[in-house]
């Protein structure tokens, strides 16, 4: 079982960089698929990157291609989402989910394939 925080949100402008944090609790972090998502106001819940359990492959939707980097840190316990020039479409609450196991039923950009989500942290990006 873990359990995850984010941190590292905020309001920035457009063309400014984030980076976001997502803390694990529990020694089996290593052994976890992770991925970020994310849900502006008014939309579903979207997928935006997601990692392997040991950093070897890396998944991002077409709207975080070339802006946004997904990377961890077991041994800190600690997943991260370095955002760059940020769009004020990027505005949106970002959540880290984890999954135990190493395969995907379907792939990494279905929420249904994880096990534990975090409360999430605010984006705001203004033009």
């Not at 920035?12 to 803390?23: H, I, M, T």
């Not at 106001?41 to 392997?52: D, M, W, Y």
């Not at 980097?69 to 949106?92: G, V, W």
Request: hydrophobic share 30%.
């Amino acid at each position: 079982h873990v359990q995850l925080v984010e941190s590292g949100g905020g309001l920035v402008q457009a063309g400014d960089s984030l980076r976001l944090s997502c803390a694990a609790s529990g020694r089996t972090f290593g052994n976890y698929n992770m991925a970020w998502f994310r849900q502006a106001p008014g939309k579903e819940r979207e997928f935006v990157a997601a990692i392997t359990w040991g950093g070897g492959r890396t998944d991002y939707a077409d709207s975080a291609k070339g802006r946004f980097t997904i990377s961890r840190h077991n041994a800190k316990n600690t997943l991260y989402l370095q955002m760059n020039s940020l769009k004020p479409e990027d505005t949106a609450v970002y959540y880290c989910a984890g999954r135990s196991g190493t395969a995907y039923y379907r792939g990494p950009e279905y929420e249904d394939e994880y096990d534990y989500w975090g409360q999430g942290t605010q984006v705001t990006v203004s033009s």
